[in-house]
């Protein structure tokens, strides 16, 4: 039986020359796959295919046997990798922390142990712009954030 752990050391193999990291995997019982992947750059549809081409000629016949998907994470989907906070620099963000409160700003730099954003606020009233408004910069440790979206605004 193929393993999440197995895919991802074929993965991260592959992923050694490229701009593209494993996100997740999510096993869908004995039945198959989901692999999440992302990149520095945008991942393309072709990717997604060259990436299940290249695990089902080193899965063989195992892959046949299971249902594999490989896609891009959704944009509501909480980042889980490290290189999705710096592919999303100078973006919007929601930040949920551990304590419950919720933010939003612009993701303005990030290591392993804090990252700083530039809060925004949604305006008051019955205003025709509901673009939020800048504020100030803070800096918040990692370990207190529960997980971080990217925020789209239109």
Request: overall charge negative; proline content about 5%; charged content about 25%.
């Amino acid at each position: 039986m193929i393993s999440t752990i197995h895919i991802q050391k074929l993965l991260e193999e592959e992923f050694a020359d490229n701009d593209l990291f494993l996100v997740d995997i999510q096993s869908n019982g004995e039945t198959g796959f989901t692999v999440f992947i992302d990149g520095l750059k945008n991942v393309t549809l072709k990717q997604c295919a060259d990436l299940s081409t290249f695990l089902r000629s080193k899965l063989g016949e195992s892959y046949d046997e299971l249902d594999i998907t490989v896609s891009s994470p959704g944009l509501d989907s909480p980042f889980k990798h490290p290189n999705q906070y710096i592919k999303n620099l100078n973006e919007m963000v929601e930040i949920v922390l551990k304590d419950g409160n919720k933010l939003m700003g612009k993701l303005l730099a990030y290591t392993p142990e804090h990252i700083s954003i530039q809060l925004y606020t949604m305006p008051k009233g019955k205003s025709k712009s509901r673009k939020p408004l800048p504020g100030e910069t803070i800096n918040i440790d990692t370990t207190l954030i529960k997980h971080t979206k990217k925020q789209v605004i239109f």
